[in-house]
C-alpha cells in the first residue's frame, strides 16, 4: 500500500469518528430537544458510518467491484441529506420520508421533483466533481460493461485467446491510483454530509438566528 492510499484511508478513519461526534453534538444541541430532523440525520449518519467501514475493508481487500458500488449508495446519502434543505418545512420532508414516501417524489420550494440526477445536478453547482463520481458509480449498481470488463484477466490477440477472473480480488495489474480517487471521493461524499449536519447543528441551536437568516435570504431571492 503506498503512502498516498494510507493516507487517504487514514483521513476516512478520522472522518468516521467525526460522525460519530457531530451526532452526540447534535444530539445534545439545545439542552437536547428532539425533533424529527434529528432521526432523519441520525439514520444517515449511522448509514454513512456503517458505509464507511464496509468501504475501508474492501479497498484494502482491493474489492473495487463493491467498493464502488458503496461509493455510490455513500452520495445516495449525502445527496438525501442535501435534499433537506431544498424545502421550506424541513420537519414535513423528514415526515414524508418516514411515512415511506420516495425523496425523488416529493418537491423543493420551487416546485421541482427531488429526483436523484436533480439533486446531483443542484449540488454539482457547489461540487463540480459529482455528477461524474455519480456516473461512474451508478455503474456498478446494475450489471453492466464495468463489471463484464472487470472480469476480462489478459487477451491475446495474436491467440485470439483471453483469461477470465472469477474472484473477489482485482486484477494485480489495477493501478493503486483507482484505489486512492475512490477513497478520496468517498471521503469528499462524508465532508457533504458534514456540511449539512453542521448546518442543521446551528440551526437548532440558534432557532431565532437561523429564521432571521432564513428571512433575509428570502427577500434577497
Known sequence: MTTQLQKSLNRLEALEKAQIELAKRMIEAYDGAMYAVDL?????????????????????????ICAGAILRLQVDTAIRIFAGTLVDDTNQFVSDVLKGKHIRNLKDRDGNRMTDRYLVEKLSNEYPWLPNVYEKTSSYIHLSDTHIFA??????????????????????????????????????????????????????????????????????G
Open 151 to 220: 472480469s476480462v484477466q489478459n487477451v491475446e490477440k495474436d491467440k485470439r485467446t483471453l483469461s477470465l477472473k472469477i474472484s473477489a480480488v482485482d486484477r494485480d495489474e489495477i493501478p493503486e491510483k483507482l484505489y486512492v480517487e475512490a477513497v478520496d471521493a468517498f471521503n469528499a461524499a462524508i465532508e457533504i454530509i458534514v456540511r449539512f449536519v453542521e448546518g442543521w447543528i446551528f440551526t437548532k441551536s440558534n432557532p431565532e438566528i437561523a429564521a432571521k437568516m432564513k428571512a433575509e435570504s428570502v427577500r434577497k
Open 40 to 64: 432523519f440525520i441520525s439514520g444517515a449518519l449511522n448509514r454513512s458510518v456503517a458505509l464507511s467501514e464496509g468501504f475501508k475493508n474492501l479497498v484494502k481487500s482491493k474489492n473495487l
